[in-house]
């Protein structure tokens, strides 16, 4: 299906959420992630789990990924009603929350966050800024990397061009580099052809993308945490019957869960990388200081920037 075909069939489909609500409901979902991929695979979990726990009540149908609806206009089909759940980055939909970095700024855990209210502040700011429910968070313990065609020997990427989303903006434009922005479908060949030098990346699941081919070096240490969220389009999240709504909100916990297996899953992912042939470059010392700490202070900077009594609210909750 692609997005035109997907798009005309979404007004026919939002009327039967509507309708059908006190009986079982079937929500449309689409991933930014190519599907088996990565980042598409929890969610497709706790779609299953809906599926297999929620018979009677909500369902959810997984229309597909980035060949659905391309990944920087998800946002926009969640927000919209194209979409009723999507799976997506906060840096995918910068211009709907704009404070959204904060998220992957973040040094706790999800259930950190619904302890300490920080939970309800993020799912206030979707709701009022995007028409969206804030339902689940997946990519605690996981960083991101610089990934690179040629090797450097301090932290300083003046001269290289490196793909980007605004996860890594305000770090690597901090440290001197040229940045180009682009979807993830658009990486491999950007590498084939020579135009970056190098791209950000969670710690994993460029194995399962293929990229390992064109990569030559991995940055370490990681930064950051990996956010990837599940979204539901708000007018359908209130047309929810309280036992649909508590469904998929423990279904979310469920989850959220997952997120705890992250360690274990780098460390495996890092042995498939050093096996692809993939060096990595450790900054230790002054160097890693240098990183770790530009990449704090450039991020925050960033999201003080656009709105800074909510950027000390976030931070204060978000960091420990
Ligand atoms: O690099 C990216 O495309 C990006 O921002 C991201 C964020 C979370 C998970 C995977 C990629």
């Known amino acids: 299906m692609n997005f035109r075909t997907f798009c005309a069939g979404a007004l026919l489909s939002t009327i039967a959420v509507q309708a059908a609500h006190a009986e079982e409901v079937t929500l449309r979902g689409v991933s930014a992630f190519a599907l088996g991929t990565t980042f598409s695979r929890e969610f497709e979990s706790f779609v299953d789990w809906v599926n ?3 018979k009677g009540v909500v369902q959810i149908n997984l229309i597909g990924g980035p060949e659905a609806v391309p990944p920087f ?53 979707h709701r009022e800024q995007m028409n969206v429910k804030y339902l689940a968070h997946a990519g605690d313990g996981m960083g991101f990397h610089l990934y690179l065609t040629k090797p450097i020997t301090s932290p300083d990427l003046s001269g290289l061009t490196i793909r980007t989303t605004p996860v890594y903006r305000a770090m690597f434009a901090e440290l001197g580099a040229n940045l180009v922005r682009t979807a993830p479908g658009e990486v491999y060949s ?64 469920w989850a959220e869960e997952l997120n ?54 976030l931070r204060a909750c978000l960091t420990n």
């Open 52 to 54: 297999e726990n929620g």
């Open 73 to 125: 206009e998800l946002g926009n089909a969640v927000s919209t009603g194209v979409v009723d759940i999507a799976n997506v980055t906060s840096a995918f939909y910068p211009t709907l929350v704009p404070t959204g970095d904060a998220m992957h700024l973040a040094e706790n855990t999800i259930q950190e966050q619904r302890e300490n209210g920080c939970y309800d502040v993020l799912d206030r700011v």
């Open 190 to 253: 950007a590498l084939e052809r020579g135009t970056i030098d190098g791209y950000g990346w969670p710690g994993q699941g460029i194995l399962d993308l293929g990229w390992d081919e064109q990569t030559k070096y991995r940055v370490d240490p990681s930064f950051y945490n990996v956010d990837v969220n599940f979204l539901v389009n708000l007018d359908v999240w209130n047309g929810l019957t309280d036992e649909q709504r508590a469904k998929l909100e423990e279904g979310a916990a």
């Open 260 to 313: 705890a297996k992250n360690a274990e899953i780098n460390a495996a992912e890092y042995e498939k990388q050093a096996a692809a042939g993939i060096e990595t470059i450790t900054f230790e010392g002054a160097d890693a200081e240098t990183w770790l700490n530009t990449a704090r202070d450039a991020g925050w900077a960033a999201v003080e920037e656009i709105d800074a009594p909510l950027a000390k609210e």
